[in-house]
């Protein structure tokens, strides 16, 4: 089997190399691509060593599975060419997500959507996808009909670049104040949460908000969702954590909430602890805690979950769908 891994030096490529290694045969043949500047970078993979090729029209042969996790826009220029040679292509940006034709797929939920047709799939949005692997088993009981999430999104959701940034700001210490501006965000993050996650729409919500409002809608099959987001950027590497009110059509009980996460592959509920950013990182599962009947309302669930956004978030479900085309 060939796969190529696009965007094989970036935070995300280098967790689907290593997650790659533990999933698929030795056997298989890796083609990695990069920008030019990776160009001719060894990487190692199962003891072989591979090269990075510049990802450019030329240099594309045909693969098996392509995992693309290069930015919106080397998606939407190389995407459709790997399928055109003969690819199934995983796609990590959000640029074919609300497509009609194409699944969006959160393995544990919705993989039987994909069949031998769906040459492009696209990942979710990693804050998107930690919760409704939450939402889902309620759902299935309760019918989900609105919710409130407040999400607080980790450095490493912004790249190497930033988690540098955050770095170079912790070292600065004491001196470090709001008028600091060597920084990728506008204002510095080290010891700071800063109100905005994304960029800001015509509507004044951020993009990121939005995804949480489309992406949960067609991943869970609700189009009508009422769906109320608000995102903000912490000072945090990796997970991303989200307080979720969510409202029901019936009647919940708590007890029996959490043995339905308990129960859910991929969910764990952690009912003698709190689950933080550095609980989830390098963990396959999302983690889930204080689960409260609603104050105002019996059909009312508010709960807290944190995954980490470089793996259930990004590499470990395109992994795990790739796992899935392959058995197809």
Known sequence: MKIAIVGATGLVGRNIIKLCEKNFNEEVEYNLFASKSSE?????????EFFVKELKKENIEEYDISLFSAGGERSKEHAKDFVKNGSFVIDNSSVFRMNEDVPLVVYGINENEISSDSKLISNPNCTTMGLVMALKPLHDQYTLMSMTPVAYQAVSGSGS?????????????DELDSDYED???PKPIARNVIPLAGSLTDNGYSDEEMKFVHESRKILAIPNLIVEPSNARVGVRTGHGTFCSAVFENEIDVEECSKLLSDFEGVE????????????????EVLVSRLRQGLSSKNILNFWVVSDNLLKGAALNAVQIAKFLEKL
């Open 183 to 185: 920084t990728y965000y």
């Open 40 to 48: 001719g970078k060894k990487i190692t993979i199962n003891n072989r």
């Open 161 to 173: 670049e930033a988690l540098q940034s955050l770095n170079n700001e912790t070292l600065i210490s």
């Open 269 to 284: 509920v952690w009912n003698d602890s709190l689950p933080t950013p550095l609980d989830v990182e390098g963990k396959n």
